[in-house]
């Protein structure tokens, strides 16, 4: 059973910085793209950031220049560095993992989620 956990989210006032990670668990060859999405109430779940296994990165226009994403291949956890944060950046954030459970058959996994919320 593959499981993705998330930890970091919490509750910061504007222009401070929280750091988000999420590490895989169980039974697997490979984890490909990394990503975090987040969701805020109302709204449809949205791409923050993701990076493949080459740690070649994306991120939505919202966020960059502020926001860093990273990963060690190591121990299968992916990184959101998050600075300068605004209140619209509230919502739940979850992280999703492209992941070889066999060597012919690769699935997306997602996180719980985690609530980050931003205080003006």
């Known amino acids: 059973q593959v499981q993705l956990m998330e930890s970091g989210g919490g509750l910061v006032q504007a222009g401070g910085s929280l750091r988000l990670s999420c590490a895989a668990s169980?039974?697997?060859?490979?984890?490909?793209?990394m990503g975090w999405y987040r969701q805020a109430p109302g709204k449809q779940r949205e791409l923050v950031a993701d990076?493949?296994?080459?740690?070649?990165?994306n991120y939505a226009d919202s966020v960059k220049g502020r926001f860093t994403i990273s990963r060690d291949n190591a121990k299968n956890t992916v990184y959101l560095q998050m600075n300068s944060l605004k209140p619209e950046d509230t919502a739940v954030y979850y992280c999703?993992?492209?992941?070889?459970?066999?060597?012919?058959?690769?699935?997306?996994?997602w996180g719980q989620g985690t609530q980050v919320t931003v205080s003006s």
């Open positions: 990076i493949t296994r080459s740690n070649s990165t």
């Open positions: 169980g039974r697997f060859f490979r984890i490909d793209a």
């Open positions: 999703k993992a492209n992941i070889w459970v066999l060597l012919t058959t690769a699935r997306d996994y």
